[in-house]
């Protein structure tokens, strides 16, 4: 069965720039009618769209914060990825990866997640 | 961008009762309404899809309904399983949008 993982830094200095990955294993990342999104949440609180990439590399992005977000996929590792730069404290929290499936209706969820990665942002 | 409100934030119930949890949408999204439920430390989990479709393998004592902008979530007898958090998540359009959670606990 399909699963996805995140992978990246935990800890991180204010400015820099977070990156991180989703593999995507037990299928093809190209393969299908699927959108692979990062959506994330602060300790606490609730969850936040991010953006994601359709299987042809069209992306669509949150619009708070799309002046810092990149979202690229690479098909032969299997793989999508999350660039976030100028990052702030504001930007620590627990990251997923997830897929969102339709079966061809109009009707788009999420139906697969990774297990989250936690990002810290300190000096 | 649509904004996703749930009501209550935060509800007590027993086992075996039978809750409702409500969200509205700031405008129309027709059925384009997903609910999912997360447990501490854990990813959410999609329980309907489409304001009313159960997802293969959540029991059937979860239902949804609604359409524009209120929808329902009820859970029809609480198992000591159910005490998580619970959002809503609009597809109407992007940016994608959830509720602000509400957690069931036990009374």
């Known amino acids: 069965q399909v699963q996805l993982q995140e992978s990246g830094p935990g800890l991180m200095k204010p400015s820099q720039t977070l990156s991180l990955t989703c593999t995507v294993s037990?299928?093809?990342?190209?393969?299908?009618?699927?959108?692979w999104s990062w959506i994330r949440q602060p300790a606490g609180k609730g969850l936040e769209w991010i953006g994601r990439?359709?299987?042809?590399?069209?992306?669509n992005y949150n619009p708070s914060l799309k002046s810092r977000v990149t979202i690229s996929v690479d098909t032969s590792k299997n793989q999508f990825s999350l660039k976030l730069s100028s990052v702030t404290a504001a930007d620590t929290a627990v990251y997923y990866c997830?897929?969102?499936?339709?079966?061809?209706?109009?009707?788009?969820?999420?139906?697969?997640w990774g297990r989250g990665t936690l990002v810290t942002v300190s000096s | 961008d649509i904004q996703m409100t749930q009501s209550p934030s935060s509800l007590s119930a027993s086992v075996g009762d039978r809750v409702t949890i409500t969200c509205r949408a700031s405008q129309s999204i027709i059925s384009y309404l997903n609910w999912y439920q997360q447990k501490p430390g854990k990813a959410p989990k999609l329980l309907i899809y489409?304001?009313?479709s159960l997802q293969s393998g959540v029991p059937s004592r979860f239902s949804g309904s609604g359409s524009g902008t209120d929808f329902t979530l009820t859970i029809s007898s609480l198992q000591p399983e159910d005490f998580a958090t619970y959002y809503c998540q609009q597809s109407y359009n992007t940016p994608r949008s959830f509720g602000q959670g509400t957690k069931l606990e036990i009374k």
């Open positions: 037990g299928g093809s990342i190209s393969r299908g009618n699927y959108y």
């Open positions: 489409a304001a009313s």
């Open positions: 997830a897929r969102s499936f339709s079966g061809w209706s109009p009707y788009w969820y999420f139906d697969l």
């Open positions: 990439i359709y299987t042809t590399g069209s992306t």
